[in-house]
Each structure stands twice: as C-alpha cells, then as structure tokens.
C-alpha cells in the first residue's frame, strides 16, 4: 500500500510558475513509476506528465517544454515544476503510482487527493 499527499497548490496568475509535491509513504517509493494528472471542471482526467523508477520521463504535449517532473527517492517525492502557467492550466493535479510507466489512469494502483490549482488570466 502507497499513500500519496498532494501539496503546493494555489491560485497564480498568468506566466507564473508553481511547484507541486507529492509525498509518499507505505512501500518502497523508488520502486514505484510516478504520474502526474489533471481534471478540469466539467472535464475528463488526463494525462499531465510521469517518470519511470528510472528517471526516463514523458510529457503530454500541452505541457512539453512548460512543466518538469522530478523524483527524490531519498525524500520519497516526486515534483512537478510547472512554468509559464496558462488558464487552461486550471485543474486539480493528482499525482499516482504504479508498476510501470503509463499514459492512462488505469496504469496506476495509488492515487493521492489532489491539489488545487487556478491560473487567473
């Protein structure tokens, strides 16, 4: 069992930058493949970002080259840097868990609650 707690979420302004944080506990955290996901209001979740047990690392493409996901096995946590924030932007970020790494919510076993963030234009 994995539990997950989303933090640093909040309400930023256009252009901002953010850091999201994802702490871990239960089961050994370096083994575990990491995703970052997003829900907008009224929307289905999608796919943000996530990074193997090995550092290799995939991006949707709405956030290539804006947002970075990182990983410290030491502090078993896992981070999303996020950078010239849009208002599309504007979603509950979730981070998970899993085996190995996926495109798909249904590739992974342990989900935190969430964290709120709002992009003002």
């Known amino acids: 069992q994995v539990q997950l707690v989303e933090s640093g979420g909040g309400l930023v302004q256009a252009g901002d930058s953010l850091r999201l944080s994802c702490a871990a506990s239960g089961r050994t955290f370096s083994g575990y493949a990491m995703g970052w996901f997003r829900q907008a209001p009224g929307k289905e979740r999608e796919f943000v970002t996530a990074i193997s047990r090995y550092g290799g690392t995939t991006y949707a493409e709405s956030v290539k080259g804006r947002f970075t996901i990182s990983r410290d096995n030491a502090k078993n946590t896992v981070y999303l840097q996020m950078s010239s924030l849009k208002p599309e932007d504007t979603a509950v970020f979730y981070c998970?868990?899993?085996?190995?790494?996926?495109?798909?919510?249904?590739?992974?076993?342990?989900w935190g609650q969430g964290t709120q963030v709002t992009v003002s234009s």
């Open positions: 998970a868990a899993g085996t190995t790494i996926s495109v798909t919510a249904s590739g992974y076993d342990y």
